[in-house]
């Protein structure tokens, strides 16, 4: 932790050194963030990079209380919304494909259903995958939603239902499913 | 059904939460590329604060100083110096080349005299557009305010002077930093370099041009005294008796905007001698030698060639010439009328000029391009024979006349010369050029004569250039 504030410290001194630490220890977590919101890896890395951007230039208003994890996702999410919010006024964008990007941890088993998690979000239409990833991954809640996604909280909420149904159904063809989820 | 959901909830949140994906390497790239362009140009708005400050604090203290020593009017009006000359800068100039982005200072004194008043205030968009023009890349605030609404001011009062548009271009102070400096030196450059390739393109000039030839001949030259004795008389075989004659005419010079130009036109000159003298006498017998005395008695009998009759044959440093006399004259030596004590016997000079028609093609090179310039010359020209005399006269009268015999029509010459111009305005220009010139084939087309003069001028000329 104190590490950490040292770190932060660094990044409001304006420290090069320091940004590169920053980016070398949050940029997985921060990417695979970006992995699911958005519609493929290009737009994945644009969006991690315009988020380190914006942190780097914000963060000398970071007062060192709260998660400074959860204020770095709360930007690199917002990025993810504004494509989103420009992608949705353009035609339909092709479905995220299989990212070959290289995972951290070792857990061969949870990685292989992670990824095949992310494909099943992926495979969800663009609005319940974002209420679905804002709801029940990244914890907002449907007032919340309702006002960066600009659609109503009945909205949000039938989309959050819609998208848990699909991905039951779809969890249940690919044999994820375990005799409590079947119900 | 609801734990239902939230276990999906849950189920996905705890695989992907933590889930963590190493970026690839190019976005770390992108993001310190774009943090150290930011770095750049906080930088740069410290640097330019800072000017701005500095410059504001300088334009208070020079305000208080000009207003403390009775100073009237603007601060920086007609004292603006170039640091180029010690003129003060007028920097307008009429817009004909719109690429140019920056500034060239130069002096117009003419500047100082108009006195049209206008209001400051007057025509905002077109002032806008002036300082866009000075400054296209910087800040305004950079430079004192006054010193540029002066010099705009000035650009409007002109330009409603005179209705044309002008360009207004950098100025020239002695506020300015040396990088200012470095800029209005080599737009300077640049601009002189413009008026150079405008005035190189294709341009055709006429003049006049004019000098006085001395004329020598070369030591191979052959008379035809070399080949017939008998004609060796007064002529002396030297450099000298040419006369120097004046060569004169008119140019016409093209040039394609290269450092060549090619001219032609006409001149017409003469060459000429005065081989010498000799005496006549009027009371004389029938009989008249073929003789040409100067300066001493002898007489003798002329070659099987020349005729008998009452002519005189003349050798110049240009052929033969036979001379026919008036009947009755007798040739005798010079100032034998002091020797006779009577009026009937005078001395008459022999005259003999040739003149040419010479159409010069003559190429020019430019050593030096400046108002001040230095060319080589050299060509060819061709000479059409117009008027070939010799006369035997005194002041009074000529009582023989003829010509060269075999005189050529057609001579060529060569010329070469090195040149000095100087650009007196835009369309003038003044020359000066010592000119070699070689005869390249006889003046005589007689085979036993071979005279190829040789003549140096110096050629004055002035020509417009359009």
């Given at each position: 932790m104190e590490n950490l504030e040292k770190l932060i410290q660094g990044c409001q001194e304006g420290k090069g050194k320091a940004h590169s630490e920053l980016y070398k220890r949050f940029s997985p977590m921060l990417f695979g963030v970006c992995l699911r919101y958005s519609s493929d890896k290009a737009e994945a890395e644009d969006t991690l990079h315009e988020g380190f951007i914006t942190i780097f230039k914000k963060i000398g208003q970071y007062a060192f209380k709260g998660s400074f994890e959860g204020w770095m996702r709360k930007v690199v999410v917002n990025h993810a919304l504004e494509k989103y919010r420009k992608r949705s006024k353009m035609t339909t964008v092709e479905d995220m494909k299989v990212f070959?990007?290289?995972?951290?941890?070792?857990?061969?088993?949870?990685?292989?259903?992670?990824?095949?998690?992310?494909?099943?979000?992926?495979e969800l239409s663009p609005q319940y995958k974002l209420v679905f990833n804002l709801y029940a991954i990244d914890g907002y809640n449907h007032k919340e939603i309702a006002n960066m996604l600009n659609i109503s909280e009945g909205t949000s909420k039938s989309n959050l239902a819609r998208a848990r149904k699909i991905l039951q159904e779809k969890m249940k063809d690919y044999g994820f499913i375990k005799s409590e989820y079947a119900r | 059904m609801q734990d239902n959901q939230d276990h999906i909830d849950k189920f996905f949140r705890d695989k992907l939460n933590a889930y963590e994906v190493v970026p690839p390497e190019n976005v770390w790239s992108k993001i310190s590329g774009s943090l150290a362009d930011k770095r750049r140009k906080s930088r740069k708005l410290w640097i330019i604060g800072l000017s701005a400050a500095a410059s504001l604090l300088f334009a208070i203290a020079a305000g208080w100083y000009f207003v403390g020593s009775d100073f009237n009017g603007p601060a920086f009006s007609e004292d603006i110096h170039t640091g180029f000359t010690d003129e003060t800068s007028a920097i307008i100039q009429p817009s004909t080349n719109k690429t140019h982005d920056v500034s060239i200072v130069i002096d117009d004194k003419k500047?100082?005299?108009?006195?049209?008043?206008?209001?400051?205030e007057a025509d905002t968009k077109r002032r806008a557009k002036l300082i866009k023009e000075l400054y296209p890349n910087e800040i305004t605030g950079r430079k004192?305010?006054?010193?540029?609404?002066?010099?705009?001011?000035?650009?409007?009062?002109?330009?409603?002077?005179?209705n044309t548009e002008y360009t207004?271009?950098?100025?020239?102070?002695?506020?300015?930093?040396?990088?200012?400096?470095?800029?209005?030196?080599?737009?300077?450059?640049?601009?002189?370099?413009?008026?150079?390739?405008?005035?190189?393109?294709?341009?055709?000039?006429?003049?006049?041009?004019?000098?006085?030839?001395?004329?020598?001949?070369?030591?191979?030259?052959?008379?035809?005294?070399?080949?017939?004795?008998?004609?060796?008389?007064?002529?002396?075989?030297?450099?000298?008796?040419?006369?120097?004659?004046?060569?004169?005419?008119?140019?016409?010079?093209?040039?394609s905007g290269s450092r060549f130009s090619i001219q032609s036109g006409f001149n017409y000159g003469e060459i000429?001698?005065?081989?010498?003298?000799?005496?006549?006498?009027?009371?004389?017998?029938?009989?008249?030698?073929?003789?040409?005395?100067?300066?001493?008695?002898?007489?003798?009998?002329?070659?099987?060639?020349?005729?008998?009759?009452?002519?005189?044959?003349?050798?110049t440093q240009m052929g033969l010439s036979n001379l026919q006399m008036p009947l009755g004259a007798n040739m005798v030596s010079v100032n034998s009328f002091e020797k006779?004590?009577?009026?009937?016997?005078?001395?008459?000079?022999?005259?003999?000029?040739?003149?040419?028609?010479?159409?010069?093609?003559?190429?020019?090179?430019?050593?030096?391009?400046?108002?001040?310039?230095?060319?080589?010359?050299?060509?060819?020209?061709?000479?059409?024979?117009?008027?070939?005399?010799?006369?035997?006269?005194?002041?009074?009268?000529?009582?023989?006349n003829g010509k060269i015999e075999g005189l050529n029509p057609l001579t060529f010459t060569s010329s070469v010369g090195l040149g000095i111009n100087y650009s007196i305005s835009r369309h003038f220009l003044f020359s000066i050029e010592p000119t070699l010139k070689m005869h390249l084939n006889s003046?005589?087309?007689?085979?036993?004569?071979?005279?190829?003069?040789m003549s140096v001028g110096l050629f004055t000329g002035l020509t417009y250039q359009f």
């Open positions: 070959d990007g290289t995972h951290s941890t070792e857990d061969s088993e949870s990685d292989l259903n992670a990824q095949q998690l992310m494909e099943l979000i992926n | 500047m100082n005299n108009r006195n049209t008043s206008i209001t400051p004192e305010m006054g010193v540029i609404n002066t010099l705009i001011s000035k650009a409007i009062q002109i330009e409603q002077a005179t207004l271009l950098a100025m020239g102070n002695s506020f300015l930093d040396p990088s200012d400096m470095e800029i209005l030196a080599s737009n300077i450059k640049k601009r002189d370099e413009l008026n150079k390739n405008e005035k190189r393109k294709n341009t055709v000039s006429v003049g006049l041009q004019g000098s006085p030839e001395y004329r020598f001949v070369s030591s191979d030259t052959e008379y035809a005294s070399d080949t017939y004795p008998i004609y060796q008389g007064n002529i002396k075989n030297s450099q000298n008796d040419f006369n120097t004659n004046v060569t004169g005419g008119i140019t016409v010079a093209y040039s000429s001698q005065n081989p010498g003298q000799v005496g006549i006498s009027f009371l004389g017998a029938n009989n008249i030698y073929d003789h040409f005395a100067q300066d001493d008695d002898s007489r003798f009998q002329g070659p099987s060639n020349v005729n008998q009759d009452n002519n005189l044959v003349v050798e006779n004590g009577t009026e009937m016997v005078r001395n008459y000079r022999v005259e003999q000029k040739a003149g040419y028609l010479e159409i010069p093609l003559i190429v020019r090179y430019k050593l030096i391009d400046n108002r001040i310039g230095l060319h080589l010359l050299g060509g060819v020209n061709t000479n059409f024979l117009l008027i070939n005399e010799v006369s035997l006269r005194d002041d009074y009268e000529a009582i023989a003046i005589n087309n007689q085979s036993y004569i071979n005279v190829r003069p």
